[in-house]
């Protein structure tokens, strides 16, 4: 017999159904019945113990006693890697591998399985979780279709990993949407970048020194210390003009007076991590009206610490709250402890 056959288990409703979804893309040759043999659909069926004599590709199991059927089908040399399990339900053919050994010999699916490939993505040890990139070229899609006035701001920008891709994006929208930039007067959307580039400062204040993550020295002062401030211009302006990047080296208190007056930021992504550091940006940020009607907040770190709305982020926004009357859309968690929001308008107390 030819090498390279397609077999299908079953001759019965299941294989029916499945035949007429996917008949058309398979090039069967034989079927297979425990207790028939003759032909279906023009096709020899053919008896079980025939597999140990035909060289196949794949093999189909269409019926819902597969825990019977697989040990058969290993047991006439068929090969795990070629076996697969048409369920029910949906028809779809889903590859042993996929299924699970229980203790008493039967398999079990195990539908996550399915998307491994993409939860090994999203399990990835990388310091940046894969999910922030997606949700972060969203937000900067939002700013363009949505017509936000301003500029780009990052707070804390580490590895450049998202300061890139922010530049990324921006660059990307401002292309694609050029008639509609110009049609509500938008000129040549900036990024501006703040970052001490030396690490964290050494923490102070009560809600950063008993958060889990300063205690602990995960977020000791020097760590997190990334690329310089040339290398991260260098990295950025691959995608946005040098007159469209501005960078602000040094803690945050000492250059946010740097930030023209008058400057509306449409996206600000906030990475300070620390309760001192986040609330010193958004103070400014708020009580100079540098945020636009709008604008995208998001925080990096909102759920770090336990999620605890005693430290850092999450309690620098408490903070804000307590001084400033804020109309926002909270948008929620993304990622694995990012929190986003739309701000509307505020107005300090």
């Not at 597999?51 to 290993?74: E, F």
């Not at 903070?319 to 107005?347: P, Q, R, S, W």
Request: contains cysteine; charged residues 20%.
């Amino acid at each position: 017999m030819e090498p390279g056959n397609i077999v299908v288990w079953g001759t019965g409703d299941l294989c029916d159904q499945f035949m007429a979804s996917n008949g058309s893309q398979l090039q069967v040759t034989f079927f297979v019945d425990s207790y028939k043999t003759g032909e279906k659909q023009g096709i020899p069926v053919i008896a079980p113990e025939i597999l140990r004599d035909i060289d196949l590709s794949a093999l189909y199991i269409c019926s819902t006693w597969y825990n019977q059927i697989i040990p058969v089908c290993l047991k006439n040399g068929v090969k795990s890697e070629d076996i697969y399990v048409v369920m029910a339900r949906t028809f779809e053919a889903i590859p042993l591998n996929q299924f699970e050994r229980m203790a008493n010999g039967e398999f079990y699916f195990l539908p996550w399985k399915k998307q491994l490939a993409d939860i090994h993505r999203t399990l990835s040890c990388d310091i940046v979780h894969p999910d922030v990139y997606k949700d972060i070229a969203k937000s900067v899609s939002y700013c363009f279709i949505s017509s936000v006035e301003g500029d780009f701001a990052e707070f804390g920008t580490c590895t450049g990993y998202t300061a890139s891709l922010i530049a990324y994006a921006i660059s990307f929208y401002a292309q694609r949407m050029q008639k509609h930039e110009t049609a509500h007067h938008m000129q040549g959307r900036k990024l501006c970048l703040f970052d001490s580039f030396a690490g964290f400062p050494k923490a102070t204040l009560d809600e950063d020194l008993n958060s889990p993550h300063v205690a602990s020295g995960v977020w000791g002062e020097g760590t997190a210390k990334g690329l310089s401030a040339l290398q991260l211009r260098q990295l950025v302006t691959q995608n946005l003009p040098e007159h469209n990047v501005n960078i602000y080296e040094g803690w945050y208190k000492d250059t946010l007076s740097d930030i023209p007056a008058g400057q509306r930021f449409a996206f600000v992504h906030m990475d300070c991590d620390l309760y001192e550091s986040t609330i010193d940006v958004l103070r400014y940020l708020f009580s100079h009206e540098h945020l636009s009607e709008g604008a995208m907040l998001l925080f990096d770190n909102w759920y770090c610490n336990r999620a605890s709305h005693k430290f850092a982020e999450h309690k620098a926004w408490l903070t804000l709250l307590e001084e400033f009357d804020v109309n926002f859309t909270d948008l929620g968690m993304y990622a694995c402890v990012g929190n986003k929001m739309i701000i509307h308008d505020y107005l300090k107390k």
